[in-house]
């Protein structure tokens, strides 16, 4: 089993459709949590921190449930420029070398 | 603001060839990380460094080798190119206490035939 999980997808919705990902981690000491977004042949960027309390920022919602161990982002009003593939990463505290990336969910918003 | 900086972005090379990736960062970043992604995959680690003069093995250490003589520098050398090793190829830094969050370079396309 892989230590962070992420349905691969694709999801294809149409515009302004709202879209949920889950990523589910094993490891019970992981402290941090991010969703990266990456585009076709460029690199991941950081979209957003994950907090305990779940965290918004404008469309994205993400969201923590440690004791199910599995982190969320939720898109609402979905654009055509949220095509993207995204990469949930867990993190254990200032350890480097344990930040585990998910393979990533591929969404394709479609007009 | 440049961030992570990497070179070459692209490169062919043939079988048997050796090559050194540069990856510079200019965020005063204690760890740095050397990531390769295959078409359609996730990333998988290579190397990491948590400081200057430190390197660590990652998920999939075999056939390449680096080095972190500068802390804004983490070089990945391959000695002996395989076809194997045709990737894309990310650098990355972060620093320790934020979260670890992780910034990219922006890739460095190497096809070996």
């Known amino acids: 089993r892989k230590e962070v999980e992420q349905d691969p997808g694709p999801f294809n919705v149409p515009e302004g459709a709202t879209v949920a990902f889950n990523c589910t981690y094993s490891n019970s000491a992981s402290q941090s949590f991010f969703w990266y977004r990456q585009d076709c042949r460029k690199e991941p960027k950081l979209l957003m921190s994950v907090y305990s309390s779940g965290n918004e920022d404008g469309r994205f919602t993400a969201q923590l449930n440690r004791a199910s161990q599995y982190i969320s982002l939720l898109i609402r009003d979905s654009k055509l420029s949220d095509s993207a593939t995204y990469l949930c990463?867990?993190?254990?505290?200032?350890?480097?070398?344990?930040?585990?990336f998910g393979d990533g969910t591929t969404l394709t918003v479609k007009p | 603001n440049a961030g992570v900086t990497q070179t070459p972005k692209f490169r062919v090379l043939k079988t048997g060839q050796s090559m050194t990736l540069l990856c510079a960062q200019d965020?005063?970043?204690?760890?740095m990380y050397w990531y390769r992604q295959d078409p359609g995959m996730g990333l998988r680690l290579i190397h990491y460094s948590v400081g200057e003069g430190t390197t660590a093995k990652g998920e999939v250490p075999d056939g390449y080798n680096v080095s972190r003589l500068k802390k804004q520098n983490f070089l990945l050398g391959l000695e002996s190119a395989a076809p194997s090793q045709t990737s894309v190829y990310f650098c990355?830094?972060?620093?320790?206490?934020?979260?670890?969050?992780?910034?990219f370079g922006e890739g460095s396309w190497l096809t070996v035939v």
């Open positions: 965020m005063n970043h204690e760890y």
């Open positions: 990355a830094s972060s620093r320790p206490g934020s979260g670890n969050t992780i910034y």
């Open positions: 990463v867990v993190n254990e505290r200032n350890n480097a070398g344990k930040s585990t």
